[in-house]
């Protein structure tokens, strides 16, 4: 499977559902915190100490916010007849931009260790890594972000992603007999046309082009709604 059309699968969308949950974490980023029947001493106590995780977690995040932004920064001069100015940080070449977005990410990992925004960091750091083709480097944040965070839902997009690097790693057999399993379970940890999707890929990155197919025919007939689908006609179709 060519670069360009995993790129085409998954539509951005890693970095669009980061990007709104890091938006969400902003915006409802509050502490409530009640008292009652204990002496004031201890409240106090009890106030400050989730009074500074309340707002560390909220500056890890604003930090986080800053390197997002520069992530998503314009590369070049903008066309003439952009309406408005750009805002933010604007870079010459897509090496500055990654850089510094790098050195960003990597601030909030080492002044905020062990924050949700840190963690939010490591994703995107995973990012810039497979940009780069250091799929090594990318593996881990994922795995952590995975095991760390099962009951999040950006942990499905982690686990999607984890898939495919793992496939173009090299470990497309074992992928493909993962998701086999993956996909008899009740209650799945990927929905079923993203599992079928990543089957399509592993076998395809194994060479096996019937079963290949087979899994983009079923995403036709059985997810009919599916974002894969138009992408799944194509394929079968050229079959």
Known sequence: MDRQHRHDLKHDKFVD????LSSRARENQRLLFTIAGVVVAAAAIVYGFFFYRGSREVK????????IQTF????????????????GPKFKT???????SEKQLKDVQSQ???SDASDIAGLYLARIAVSKGDLKS???PLEDFVADHKDRA???TARFSLYQLRIESG?????ATELEAELAKTDPALPADAILVLQAQAYEAKGDHAKSIEAYRRITTEHPDSPYVIEAQRRVGAA
């Open 17 to 20: 559902e980061i990007g709104a």
């Open 60 to 67: 890890a995040q604003q930090l986080l916010a800053t390197a």
């Open 72 to 87: 998503d920064a314009p590369v070049g001069d903008q066309p003439q007849q952009q309406a408005q100015p750009t805002t």
């Open 94 to 100: 897509e090496e500055e931009r990654t850089a510094a």
């Open 112 to 114: 905020y260790s062990g």
């Open 138 to 140: 990318a593996r881990k």
């Open 154 to 156: 950006l942990a499905s």
């Open 171 to 175: 470990e497309a057999a074992q992928v």
